[in-house]
């Protein structure tokens, strides 16, 4: 879940526009491009990586577009400088992960189709991540591996306020929920969405979904309201500890739904990014954290920084993630 700027608040935008299928340029230039469509290829002298493009599946909702902002801010342009095709789909915004994936398995097909590629690598943020995991287990054969950044596998609690499954006000929780992306919160379809992130919602899906046997599967979580390092499990990938030494202070943005979740947690106090839980997070192989909200896990507010005295950088992470699939064949 990212959200929408609009002069520093949030507005839903223009992923509920159905499954577009759009290779990154690199240059600015994210023209709309049929399944048959010319490949837009990287530069030549682009250095080696990994033989598989990647497709980057966004989080629930979206945000308008306002110029060149993209939901994953200068993150394709940086993974194709490292030679890689980079597809930036558009799934429903407002959906559960059985539409939202059955779209994604669509820019998977178009992607091997404009590419020649055998499979794909797709990696979600937030609701992506699930849409990443159904695209998976139905598509089995196109996809070489998932990784998930902040995914709610588990589901998250606010969901269950917001839902009156746990209890706290659900009408401030819906609210504080239906703010932060500049909707109506009393709209039927975005009652429905938050199933989608509830804790039935999310153990339905993981009965439902299973992962594909042998297919590498890696997550990745955030870490915010000054969480230290020593507040999430330890990294299994070394280029995870390089941000170690930084802090997050979460956005203000994103301040009233971490205080909903923090509350429903009680007397947990578990390490969350403001909207998920590192628990939740957790997926196949996991990678480690990073000190970084919601938001700026995908570079987000427009790439204006982590906050105040943090210096994590966002697109370095994504450039060494995506060398961590180059060293894994992938």
Not at 26 to 36: C, E
Not at 77 to 83: M, V
Request: hydrophobic residues 45%; aromatic residues 8%; negative net charge.
């Amino acid at each position: 879940m990212v959200p929408a700027m609009r002069m520093g608040t949030v507005v839903l935008g223009v992923f509920a526009t159905g499954c577009g299928f759009l290779p990154h340029s690199g240059s600015g230039d994210d023209t709309v491009m049929a399944p048959d469509a010319t490949v837009l290829v990287t530069p030549p002298d682009a250095p080696p990586s990994g033989p598989y493009p990647i497709v980057l599946a966004h989080g629930l909702f979206g945000f308008s577009s306002i110029g060149p902002l993209d939901y994953f801010y200068g993150i394709a342009p940086a993974l194709e400088a490292q030679g890689r095709t980079v597809f930036t789909p558009q799934v429903d915004a407002i959906q559960d992960s059985d539409v939202r994936g059955a779209e994604l398995v669509m820019a998977i097909e178009a992607a091997k189709l404009q590419t020649g590629a055998a499979k794909v690598i797709v990696i979600g943020h937030s609701q992506g991540g699930l849409d990443a995991r159904w695209a998976a287990a139905h598509d089995p054969g196109s996809v070489a591996a998932v990784v998930t950044v902040a995914t709610p596998h588990r589901g998250s609690k606010v969901a269950d306020v917001a839902l009156g499954v746990l209890p706290g006000n659900s009408t401030v929780a819906l609210d504080a929920l239906a703010n932060l992306f500049g909707i109506s919160g009393s709209g039927a379809s975005f009652a429905g969405a938050m199933q989608v992130l509830s804790s039935a919602g999310a153990a339905q899906f993981n009965a439902d979904v299973l992962d594909v046997p042998g297919m590498p599967y890696f997550s990745v979580a955030g870490r915010s309201l000054l969480a230290g390092p020593d507040a999430c499990p330890p990294a299994a990938a070394p280029f995870m500890t390089t941000w170690n030494s930084q802090r997050d202070p979460i956005k203000v943005e994103l301040a009233p739904v971490a205080a909903i979740l923090g509350l429903a947690e009680l007397p947990n106090t578990p390490t969350q990014d403001g909207l998920v839980t590192v628990e939740s997070a957790t997926w196949g192989q996991f990678l480690g954290c990073i000190p970084a909200d919601h938001f700026d896990q995908v570079c987000q507010l427009a790439g204006q920084g982590a906050g105040l005295g943090n210096d994590f950088d966002c697109v370095g992470f994504w450039r060494d993630l995506e060398q961590f699939l180059a060293s894994q064949n992938l």
